[in-house]
C-alpha cells in the first residue's frame, strides 16, 4: 500500500503536482471531447506549438510565460482566419502554414537566445514537479471557464460536430461558434502547458476524449470518461515517474494513450466474440434466420 500512497503522503510538491495534472486532466477532458468529435486534432496540435515564439519571447523579455503563450494562440487564430477567409485556402492549409511558421519562429529565437536555452525543455515538456499553489489558482479558473464555455455553447457545439449544415439550419452562426471552440481549445492549451508542456499537451487533449468517445454515445459520457482516464493516468504516470525515475508528464500522457490502447483492444475482442454469437446463433435456427429473412 506504500508503494500506491507513499510517494504523496510524503512529498508536499508531488501531492501539488497531482492537483495541478488532474485538474489539468478534467480541463482537457471538456476540451478534448470536442476536439475530437468534431477532427480538431491537427487544430490542436498547431495551436501548442504556435504557442512556443510567444512563450519564447515572454521569457526573454522577463513578461509571464502564460501571457506569451496567450499571444501566441492569438497570434495562430487571428493568422488562420485571415488565410483562410481572404485566400480562399483550406482551414487544414491555413493552419499548416501557421503552425510549421510559428515553430520555425520560436526555433529561431530560441538559437538567437542563450538565456532561453534552458527553458525550451521546460516549454516544450512542462514542468510537473515544479507546480505552486499559484499555478493551481490559474488552473482552477482555466477550469472554470472552459466548463461554463462547454456548457453554455453545448448545443451547437454538438451540431457543428455533427454537420455544420446542421448547425446552420438550426439558427446557430457556424464561424462564430466554431471560433469559440477553437479559443476554448487555445485556453486549455495555454493553461497546461506549463504543467505537461506543449509537446505533450496534445495527448491529455486526444487521449483520454478518444478513450471516452469508445464508451459514450452522449457528450457528456464522453467528457466523463475522458476525466476518469486523465485522473487516472495523471495518478499512475506521477506514480510510475516516481518510481521508475522516468519524465513525469510524458509518463502521464503515455499512460493516458496505453489506456485507450487497452480499451480499443478490448472493445474489438467484444466486437470479435459477438460476431461469432451471432454467427453460431444463425447456424442453430437456420430456420428461424430463413423465416425472417423472408419477410
Same mark, same amino acid.
Given at each position: ?45 498547431? %495551436? ?38 481572404? @485566400? ?11 503552425? /510549421? ?26 514542468? /510537473? ?18 466548463? %461554463?464555455?462547454? @456548457? ?69 459520457? /464522453? ?11 495523471? @495518478? ?5 515517474? @516516481? ?44 430456420? %428461424? ?7
Amino acid at each position: 500500500m506504500d508503494f500506491l500512497t507513499g510517494p504523496f503522503v510524503d512529498n508536499e510538491f508531488l501531492r501539488l503536482s497531482l492537483a495541478a495534472t488532474c485538474l489539468v486532466a478534467v480541463t482537457c477532458a471538456v476540451a478534448g471531447t470536442f476536439v475530437v468529435l468534431r477532427g480538431l486534432a491537427f487544430v490542436g496540435d498547431a %495551436l501548442a506549438h504556435g504557442v512556443v515564439p510567444g512563450v519564447a519571447v515572454a521569457l526573454i523579455a522577463g513578461f509571464s510565460g502564460v501571457l506569451g503563450a496567450a499571444i501566441g494562440a492569438g497570434v495562430m487564430m487571428s493568422g488562420v482566419s485571415i488565410v483562410t477567409r481572404r @485566400y480562399r485556402l483550406s482551414g487544414d492549409t491555413a493552419i499548416g502554414l501557421l503552425f /510549421v511558421g510559428m515553430l520555425a519562429l520560436g526555433v529561431i529565437i530560441q538559437s538567437r537566445s542563450d538565456s532561453f536555452a534552458g527553458d525550451l525543455a521546460a516549454v516544450l515538456f512542462g514542468e /510537473v514537479l515544479g507546480i505552486s499553489g499559484s499555478d493551481l489558482v490559474w488552473q482552477i479558473v482555466a477550469l472554470v471557464v472552459v466548463g %461554463l464555455v462547454a @456548457y453554455v455553447c453545448r448545443r451547437p457545439f454538438l451540431l457543428l460536430s455533427v454537420d455544420e449544415g446542421l448547425a446552420a439550419t438550426s439558427g446557430f452562426p457556424v464561424g462564430r461558434f466554431h471560433n469559440i471552440m477553437l479559443a476554448m481549445v487555445a485556453l486549455t492549451v495555454v493553461a497546461s502547458f506549463q504543467t505537461v508542456g506543449t509537446l505533450l499537451v496534445l495527448g491529455m487533449l486526444v487521449a483520454p476524449a478518444a478513450t471516452g468517445a469508445l464508451f459514450g454515445r452522449r457528450v457528456g459520457t /464522453v467528457m466523463a470518461v475522458a476525466a476518469v482516464v486523465g485522473v487516472v493516468s495523471s @495518478y499512475a504516470g506521477l506514480l510510475i515517474s @516516481y518510481h521508475a525515475d522516468l519524465a513525469a508528464g510524458a509518463s502521464i500522457v503515455l499512460t493516458s494513450v496505453m489506456i485507450f490502447a487497452l480499451c480499443a483492444a478490448g472493445v474489438e475482442i467484444r466486437r470479435w466474440q459477438s460476431h461469432r454469437k451471432d454467427i453460431h446463433h444463425d447456424h442453430d435456427h437456420p430456420h %428461424l434466420h430463413e423465416h425472417v429473412h423472408l419477410r
